[in-house]
């Protein structure tokens, strides 16, 4: 199981110095939330930060109030955020799964690829006791300080864009170098189809697709837009949907716990409208994305079902390298796997209904 390092003395005092200053623009409240996105205002996060402060603050009378803080005034990445949040000097942080794998690496689990068909199905899985299973695992290993709310998205899904050529195929990713973060089960896929993970930070992937240091990445559409990477040749996106972009809320537990139970009651009400608000703000975004990048000169493949077939085929041994190398790892796996099969009954069920 992973050990936490705790935050330092350091970085402790830093992230009070900010919470006491910033504390004196705060509203008036009973309680006080601060919530941190490292990302900016045009990202679903803050979107779904938008829709949860209006939803606490006004379903609480102003008992509650909400402070958000995008990008990294508080804290830098994953690591410290989540750190910072188990000391308290934040109380609500979103991070990827890739973002909190060195903490609690089972989260990868939401990494694994083809598990989840579509959105409806994801939808479905993240609303149900996946979502509480992982949020007791969470507890149990951050001494109960963080407490996962919810799981929603950031960006849609991620699909196969390179520089080079149309991927229709496994075969077409053999030996292109695909920039993946700096987490072991992506780069894992990036092997199991034939081509050469290399880990890029983020800020430096535009500069690395114009230099060749990167011929491709795993990206959603409106990422790839957003930072204008077509600008830098990235002119090929395959819809091949091989993971859903979760983002993962946490609350630090105390701050939680410490509310009265009808307070708790609005919190989580917030987090269900939060989730719901970045279910369908990717939607949106995808649609002026999809045309940006077509009028930009892109080219978008769409696999047929057999061909989708031969990429969730190739990407089997990410499987077994999942259940070998993370603690639970079988455990995890059989969660996501047998709440997706639910879903997908589910919504057949609901099909043979509602196409009568």
């Not at 007791?136 to 960006?155: E, F, H, P, W, Y």
């Not at 070998?324 to 589910?346: M, S």
């Amino acid at each position: 199981m992973f050990t936490k390092t705790k935050i330092n003395g350091f970085v402790a005092a830093t992230l009070i110095g900010a919470g006491v200053m910033l504390s004196g623009i705060a509203q008036a409240a009973d309680f006080n939330i601060r919530a941190v996105a490292n990302s900016n205002e045009n990202d679903e996060d803050y979107d779904g930060l938008e829709v949860f402060k209006d939803f606490v603050e006004s379903h609480s009378n102003g008992r509650i109030g909400v402070d958000i803080y995008m990008g990294t005034q508080l804290c830098g990445n994953g690591v410290e955020c989540l750190e910072a949040l188990e000391y308290g000097s934040i109380d609500v942080y979103i991070s990827t799964s890739g973002g909190a794998s060195a903490m609690y690496p089972y989260v990868q689990v939401l990494d694994l690829p083809y598990v989840l068909r579509d959105d409806r199905v994801a939808e479905e899985v993240f609303t149900g006791d996946f979502t509480r299973e992982l949020r007791k695992q969470i507890l149990a290993d951050s001494d109960n300080t963080v407490r996962l709310m919810t799981i929603g998205n950031t960006g849609g899904w991620r699909n196969f864009a390179n520089t080079k050529h149309t991927v229709k195929t496994p075969e077409d990713l053999e030996g292109l170098k695909i920039r993946t973060v700096v987490s072991d089960l992506p780069q894992e896929l990036v092997r199991s189809l034939g081509a050469s993970p290399t880990p890029i930070p983020w800020p430096e992937l535009f500069t690395s697709f114009q230099t060749g240091v990167v011929e491709g990445s795993k990206n959603g559409i409106t990422d790839i837009m957003g930072m204008k990477f077509t600008d830098a040749g990235l002119k090929y996106v395959t819809l091949d949907g091989h993971a859903y972009m979760s983002a993962l809320w946490y609350m630090n537990n105390d701050t939680f716990m410490d509310m009265p139970e009808d307070l708790r009651r609005v919190v989580v009400d917030g987090f269900s409208a939060l989730q719901q608000a970045t279910f369908a703000s990717p939607k949106r975004k995808s649609i002026d994305a999809y045309k940006a990048f077509d009028e930009a000169g892109g080219e978008l493949y769409v696999p047929s079902p057999e061909e989708k077939a031969e990429f969730a085929a190739a990407a089997k041994p990410v499987y077994a390298w999942f259940k070998e190398n993370i603690e639970g790892g079988d455990k995890w796996f059989n969660l996501l796997n047998d709440a997706a099969k639910d879903a997908e009954q589910k919504i057949q069920a609901e099909y043979d209904a509602d196409l009568k």
